[in-house]
């Protein structure tokens, strides 16, 4: 069965990075893109940006643009977002979520909580 | 970007009751639309895409409408299960983008 399976919670320092990482199984990783969202305290969705883990393309939502970064690991059916400069408003669920087509999404993540806190 | 306005934002239904949820979108998205329920401490399930089409797995007492900008999602007969906050999401542009949620409780 298909399984996104998200790194722990983090905690971190103001200003600094963190790479959260979501591996997938159960799927030919390749097939399909693999997309970031956000949510906000319990709040709404925003779309951060999906990677092609075939080609390693990317497209992101301009807001994001300078804040995320989306990498992939094919030897180890792995997609990893990279945030930096970390502020509280990034304090957030972040959820990776696989592409069924045209943007829609079926298998999401459980969620990593990110805490941006000194 | 297109925005998606829900409506309401929160409701509550009784069992067996019908529920319907609003979005509309700032612009014509042509059917692209997706709802996703979202339970307590749970991550984002897909119920419907493409306006109308039941993701699988899905109850039939789930049912999705609409065109142009204006859209619904149905619950035919509300269960207790069906609890949870409900969005809706564009899916026909980039960036995608989601609707504020609706809240549906039990009454």
Known sequence: ?118 | DIQMTQSPASLSASLGETVTIQCRASEDIYSGLAWYQQKPGKSPQLLIYGASSLQDGVPSRFSGSGSGTQYSLKISSMQTEDEGVYFCQQGLKYPLTFGSGTKLEIK
């Open chain 1, 1 to 118: 069965q298909v399984n996104l399976l998200q790194s722990g919670a983090a905690l971190v320092k103001p200003g600094a990075s963190v790479k959260l990482s979501c591996k997938a199984s159960g799927y030919t990783f390749t097939d399909y893109y693999i997309h970031w969202v956000k949510q906000s305290h319990g709040k709404s969705l925003e779309w951060i940006g999906y990677i092609n883990p075939n080609s390693g393309y990317t497209n992101y939502n301009e807001k994001f643009k300078s804040k995320a970064t989306l990498t992939v690991d094919k030897s180890t059916n792995t997609a990893y977002m990279e945030l930096s400069r970390l502020t509280s408003e990034d304090s957030a669920t972040y959820y990776c979520t696989r592409d069924y087509y045209d943007g829609y999404t079926d298998y999401w993540g459980q969620g990593v909580m990110v805490t941006v806190s000194s």
